[in-house]
């Protein structure tokens, strides 16, 4: 299986911007569509972004849409996320996973295979 390593999360105040970064090894990265969730405090993980091995198709929770962009480099081996216009209620522990589907946005949590350690968001008032 690949393994995944995020990074880059941390605080900002409301309306600031953060990029998460993930990180894959162990197997070869364009054999996978990747995809990032968060769980916030007492609640599901959720999904928020996700994009197609060669980054022809993404595809974003209504919540998230207009304010994220998800993409990554497959020659670094690495997927982003950058968030823009954060909101109190992004506040969450943000995953980067990996699902062997590489030409299919997947946003069903239950149909990833792989996940990194999580990230902690938080969004100040």
């Known amino acids: 299986q690949v393994q995944l390593a995020e990074s880059g999360g941390g605080l900002v105040q409301t309306g600031g911007s953060l990029e998460l970064s993930c990180t894959a090894s162990?197997?070869?990265?364009?054999?996978?569509?990747m995809g990032w969730f968060r769980q916030a405090p007492g609640k599901e993980r959720e999904f928020v972004a996700a994009?197609?091995?060669?980054?022809?198709?993404?595809y974003y929770a209504d919540s998230v849409k207009g304010r994220f962009t998800i993409s990554r480099d497959n020659a670094k081996n690495t997927v982003n996320l950058q968030m823009n216009s954060l909101k109190a209620e992004d506040t969450a522990v943000y995953y980067c996973e990996a699902t062997e589907s590489p030409n299919t946005v997947v946003t069903g949590k239950k149909l990833y295979h792989c996940w990194g350690q999580g990230n902690q968001v938080t969004i100040s008032p």
């Open positions: 994009i197609t091995w060669g980054s022809s198709s993404t």
């Open positions: 162990g197997r070869t990265f364009t054999d996978y569509a």
